[in-house]
């Protein structure tokens, strides 16, 4: 079976750092691009990051950019999230999600996320 | 502020048909795939639809999904209690150089 396992969230103050880890089984984990999207309470999906399976390429949403830093450990299996100098408005359920990464000539984009973890809890707050 | 819009709510009775629209611009849904989501409360979101109007495996035929220039339109037909939930459109943007969501809709099986 296809599965993505978050963990690592949790409650800490304004500035302060966390790590977030996504474990998947079922699949080719090198194989595909590997996200982050967050959901603050009672609003919509916001992406945060990506990975490429080779880890070479990278992408960041503007509001992350500078603070987060993603990450991939292929032979674990395994994909990070560090998130350095926190505010509360990163508060938010974190889910990992795979995605096919798709390139021609120059041009590289992120398909559909066709799997999703159960969300992990990051608080902000003092 | 999303950059693909979503009207914030739909709703229709059980067996009826509703639509739920997304509106992008030509950075977005009009150079890119569009994919859809429904997210139950409390739970992961789940892939629909995926380039523009495929089902993946196990997604029943009573939805279904287009995309016309720089808007894509998701149909469910045949409503059923367990279609209520929070439904997203997502689409790579260009300009951005990242996916980026609709607002999301609330659907509600009157």
């Known amino acids: 079976e296809v599965q993505l396992l978050e963990s690592g969230g949790g409650l800490v103050r304004p500035g302060g750092s966390l790590r977030l880890s996504c474990t998947a089984s079922?699949?080719?984990?090198?194989?595909?691009?590997m996200n982050w999207v967050r959901q603050a309470p009672g609003k919509g999906l916001e992406w945060v990051s990506a990975?490429?399976?080779?880890?070479?390429?990278?992408y960041y949403a503007a509001s992350v950019r500078g603070r987060f830093t993603v990450s991939r450990d292929n032979a674990k299996k395994t994909l990070y999230l560090q998130m350095n100098s926190l505010r509360a408005e990163d508060t938010a359920v974190y889910y990992c999600?795979?995605?096919?990464?798709?390139?021609?000539?120059?041009?590289?984009?992120?398909?559909?996320?066709?799997?999703w973890g159960q969300g992990t809890m990051v608080t902000v707050s003092s | 502020q999303s950059v693909l819009t979503q009207p914030p709510s739909a709703s229709g009775t059980p067996g009826q048909g509703v639509t739920i629209s997304c509106s992008g611009s030509?950075?977005?849904?009009?150079?890119?795939?569009i994919s859809w989501y429904h997210q139950l409360p409390g739970t992961a979101p789940k892939l629909l639809i995926l380039r523009n109007d495929q089902r993946p495996l196990g997604v029943p035929d009573r939805f279904s999904a287009s995309k016309s220039g720089t808007s894509a339109s998701l149909a469910i037909s045949g409503l059923r209690s367990e279609d209520e939930a929070y439904y997203y459109c997502?689409?790579?943007?260009?300009?951005?150089?990242?996916?980026?969501f609709g607002g999301g809709t609330r659907l509600t099986v009157l």
């Open positions: 990975i490429s399976g080779g880890g070479d390429d990278i």
């Open positions: 079922g699949f080719s984990f090198v194989g595909y691009a």
């Open positions: 030509r950075s977005n849904i009009g150079s890119n795939d």
């Open positions: 999600a795979k995605t096919d990464y798709e390139c021609s000539g120059d041009r590289c984009y992120l398909d559909a996320f066709d799997i």
């Open positions: 997502a689409s790579w943007d260009d300009s951005l150089n990242s996916p980026v």
